[in-house]
């Protein structure tokens, strides 16, 4: 369902979901036959707690391997199946949902937490009412690799990166384009983006990649991470990396860094009552206004 449901609209509940989880051994957040996916463990045990066949909608459907702590998701529930949510005691100054959260916590493995859950606002919609997305990936050049308490968080890189260098091929990168060079293809979804953070900080040996955006395309991040890190290692310049927006498909120059350095960390979202709005905003078919003639 696209539209928000109401307790009166459709017979159904909307429900938002800030859920937590290690990608290590996801085949990503999407449903796949026969593939173990984050989507999947979520609405089999939500399936089985309202006693009704329910489908999480993400803000991030993020790939194979990659984590998250602060992914959000909506799910509606018919509205006569609610009750199965609630205890027959509650426990006093609870949230409504509260005992949902820790029934889930027994149910699910591990790797997956759906920390809090309540009713939706009016008009809210995990994907299309989201103003951003924002992700970090996180680097180590110790000599040692990657901590052994962080080795599934954290990528080890064997070779010495210039971070200054990554940092101002970064820059041009910034702004409404068509990420095209850095996206795999997706027949029918638009690649134009607006990309609003992409900085790469060191801290001794660990380098932390922040970027923000509208919203990202398949394999995006993890292929900015990427050419940047051709140009961390000198084999690429920052010219380089600002002429793949000239690119109309996936360049073949770089590779896309690995997923285990890749968290998505917090989505963010408009007033309530801008949320309708919003979701129109972003149902509308992206496109780049050339206002600059050095726009690509």
């Avoid at 800030?18 to 290590?24: H, K, L, Q, S």
């Avoid at 994907?127 to 000599?143: I, K, Q």
């Avoid at 010495?160 to 091929?169: E, W």
């Amino acid at each position: 369902m696209d539209e928000p449901a109401t307790d009166s609209g459709g017979g159904f509940v909307r429900l938002r979901l800030d859920i937590a989880y290690d990608g290590t051994h996801f085949a990503g957040w999407a449903t796949q036959a026969g593939q173990r996916t984050v989507a999947g463990v979520v609405d089999d045990a939500l399936s089985t707690v309202f006693r009704t066949p329910v489908l999480t909608r993400a803000a991030g459907r993020t790939d194979s391997g990659v984590h998250a702590t602060g992914q959000v998701a909506h799910v509606d529930v018919p509205a006569d199946a609610l009750a199965h949510a609630y205890p027959r005691t509650v426990r006093a100054g609870e949230a409504e949902f509260g005992p949902l959260v820790r029934r889930l916590g027994r149910m699910l493995t591990e790797d997956v937490r759906v920390r809090q859950i309540q009713r939706a606002a009016p008009g809210f919609d995990a994907r299309f009412s989201a103003l951003r997305r924002h992700y970090v990936y996180r680097l180590t050049t110790a000599p040692y690799g990657a901590e052994p308490a962080e080795s599934r968080y954290v990528t080890a890189w064997p070779r010495p990166l210039d971070v200054d260098a990554m940092a101002d091929a970064a820059r041009n990168l910034l702004g409404l384009r068509d990420f095209a060079a850095f996206c795999r293809h997706r027949a029918g979804a638009t690649t134009i983006r607006d990309l609003q953070r992409l900085d790469c900080v060191r801290e001794g040996d660990r380098i932390c990649v922040h970027v923000s955006a509208d919203a990202f395309c398949w394999n995006m991040v993890r292929s900015l991470v990427g050419a940047l890190l051709a140009v961390g290692e000198h084999r690429r310049d920052a010219a380089w990396c600002a002429g793949l927006l000239e690119a109309t498909q996936r360049s073949s120059d770089f590779a896309a860094a690995p997923a285990r350095g890749l968290t998505l960390v917090g989505v963010d979202y408009p007033a309530d009552e801008d949320l309708e709005a919003r979701n129109a905003v972003t149902r509308d078919l992206r496109t780049v206004i050339l206002k600059d003639p050095e726009v690509g």
